[in-house]
């Protein structure tokens, strides 16, 4: 049986990478959609629906984790795995419970991705083999860690990446359809949760939690 994937990431290099390597050694595997942040594939999966997503954490407007849930509300079937630099146990735990079902290393061998496509679009699980120690220590008990991504909603964590992306509050606001006010009351909840004062202090905590690149 064939299967069709839908590659997501901002740099066209690491795109024609996965996309010539899939080519060229997996038969049994199509690359049918390409995008270059998590809107487009939005777009893609309303248009063309594939069985498996690959996405960079690391996106601009919407990230890869937030655009996990949007996918799977469009095509349930489908399978998603998150493609990242980032090896990082909040990270991976925030991915796996927002219903990835794999997690790449970019730093990882070629011949991971094909692997990885194949297990689970088989309804399996895969984790690139140096942070499948997280699951040895359990990483879905004790999620203190992501208490303050968890604590922000979705709009929240959104409007957080596009503030630390450097977007203005009418951009925003125009992006979702919304007044300045409501941008600026979700910043004021945002600041308010996560402790924060100062929009480069924001900018820090959206690089550490793998929103947007240095």
Known sequence: MQITVTIADDHDLIR??????IEKKAKD????????NGEEVLALAKTNPTDVYILDISMPGLNGIDAIPRILRIS????????????????????????????????GLPDEIIKA????????????PSI?????????????ECRDWEGLSQRERET???IAEGFSSKEIAARFKITVNTVNWHRKNIMEKLGLHKQSELTRWAISEGLIDH
């Open 160 to 162: 957080a990446q596009l």
């Open 29 to 36: 595997i199509t690359v049918t959609g390409e995008a270059s």
């Open 76 to 107: 349930p079937l489908s399978r998603i795995i998150i493609l990242s630099m980032h090896d990082n146990r909040a990270l991976v735990e925030k991915a796996m419970l927002s219903g990835a079902r794999g997690y790449l290393l970019k730093t």
């Open 132 to 144: 499948t120690k997280y699951i040895v220590e359990g990483f879905l008990k004790g999620r203190a």
């Open 16 to 21: 024609l990478g996965i996309k010539t390597l």
């Open 117 to 128: 496509i194949r297990t689970v679009s088989s309804d399996k699980f895969y984790l690139s």
